[in-house]
T-cell receptor, first 112, second 114 residues
Framework: EAGVTQSPTHLIKTRGQQATLRCSPI?????VYWYQQALGLGLQFLLWYDEGEERNRGNFPPRFSGRQFPNYSSELNVNALELEDSALYLCASSIQGVGEQYFGPGTRLTVT | AQSVTQLGSHVSVSEGALVLLRCNYS??????LFWYVQYPNQGLQLLLKYTSAATLVKGINGFEAEFKKSETSFHLTKPSAHMRDAAEYFC????????????FGQGTELSVKP
């Protein structure tokens, strides 16, 4: 069984630009979660999507947004990039928002 | 609100020694509790989970954890450390009105000395 996949592996952007990160969940999982792992700040919850709808949102500004597609894959968009957005962005999936979450390898975003 | 505290940001043990990583949680409802491991430059791998069944939970790679409600703890142990166990370990809680999200502790980096 294929695990959670994320693309790209690395992304380098300039301050003020937009970044788009992509995630494909495990087959059969309808929920996708996004987390930010920034140096010194730990793992912070960003967004939760289930059945195409945003179900919950963490304490992040509106320039962090995303969507979930009919095939349950998801993308995370970060607008007006700031230096402090540099982090590892992890995507996870689960069955209908219940139980354990399985994580992808992450996308390393560097903002210069 | 739910929260997780991991005692000790760094733990160092000798190869073959007992591994004990501490996790305490705060929750007003019966929690789901998890331990994840993160190797350098990788995502998180699920080690084990507690979902209100047996209080002693066995996971992968020889790890286990015991849920103690009276102590609000979910400590992770392994009888004998291997060099390959060197990684960062995260305790997490979900449940209640947290909306499906996991709340993570700050992580404990485990070093294993030869």
């Amino acid at each position: 069984e294929a695990g959670v996949t994320q693309s790209p592996t690395h992304l380098i952007k300039t301050r003020g630009q937009q970044a788009t990160l992509r995630c494909s969940p495990i087959s059969g999982h309808t929920s996708v979660y996004w987390y930010q792992q920034a140096l010194g700040l730990g793992l912070q919850f960003l967004l939760w999507y289930d059945e195409g709808e945003e179900r919950n949102r963490g304490n992040f500004p509106p320039r962090f947004s995303g969507r979930q597609f009919p095939n349950y894959s998801s993308e995370l968009n970060v607008n007006a990039l700031e230096l402090e957005d540099s982090a590892l962005y992890l995507c996870a999936s689960s069955i209908q928002g219940v139980g354990e979450q399985y994580f992808g390898p992450g996308t390393r975003l560097t903002v210069t | 609100a739910q929260s997780v505290t991991q005692l000790g940001s760094h733990v160092s043990v000798s190869e073959g020694a007992l591994v004990l990583l501490r996790c305490n949680y705060s929750s007003s409802v019966p929690p789901y509790l998890f331990w994840y491991v993160q190797y350098p430059n990788q995502g998180l791998q699920l080690l084990l989970k507690y979902t209100s069944a047996a209080t002693l939970v066995k996971g992968i790679n020889g790890f286990e954890a015991e849920f103690k409600k009276s102590e609000t703890s979910f400590h992770l142990t392994k009888p004998s450390a291997h060099m390959r166990d060197a990684a960062e370990y995260f305790c997490a809680v979900s449940g209640g009105n947290q909306g499906g999200k996991l709340i993570f502790g700050q992580g404990t980096e485990l070093s294993v000395k030869p």
